[in-house]
Nanobody, 115 residues
C-alpha cells in the first residue's frame, strides 16, 4: 500500500516560517498532480497548494505569496515552504494527489501558529 509520510510541522510565532515535507513510496509519483491540504479544527479539509508533473503550481488565495510548493521526483518527496505564517494557518497539513483519485491519507503534520 502506498504510504504518505508528512513531517516538518511545529509551533511557530506569527510571521515565522516552516518547511513541510511529504515522502511517499508511490512508484508513479512523478506523474501525479500533488497537493498540500490542511484541516483546521471544526473545518473541512481544504486544498492550499498543488503542483503538476510539469512543475506548474496553483495556490489558494489565502496562502498565495506566502507558501511555495515544490517537488523532488527523484526523492519522491513533496515540499511546502511556508513563510509569514498567520494564526489562521493553524491546522493539520496533509499531502495527497490532486483530483478525485486519492492515495490513502497519512497522519498529517500539525502546524500551530501563535499570535
Amino acid at each position: 500500500q502506498v504510504q504518505l509520510l508528512e513531517s516538518g510541522g511545529g509551533l511557530v510565532q506569527a510571521g515565522g516560517s516552516l518547511r513541510l515535507s511529504c515522502a511517499t513510496s508511490a512508484s508513479l509519483f512523478s506523474s501525479y498532480v500533488m497537493g498540500w491540504f490542511r484541516q483546521a479544527p471544526g473545518k473541512q479539509r481544504e486544498l492550499v497548494a498543488s503542483i503538476r508533473n510539469t512543475g506548474s503550481t496553483d495556490y489558494a488565495i489565502s496562502v498565495k505569496g506566502r507558501f511555495t510548493i515544490s517537488r523532488d521526483n527523484a526523492k519522491k518527496t513533496l515540499y511546502l515552504q511556508m513563510r509569514n505564517l498567520k494564526p489562521e494557518d493553524t491546522a493539520v497539513y496533509y499531502c495527497n494527489r490532486g483530483g478525485d483519485v486519492k492515495l490513502s491519507w497519512g497522519q498529517g503534520t500539525q502546524v500551530t501558529v501563535s499570535s
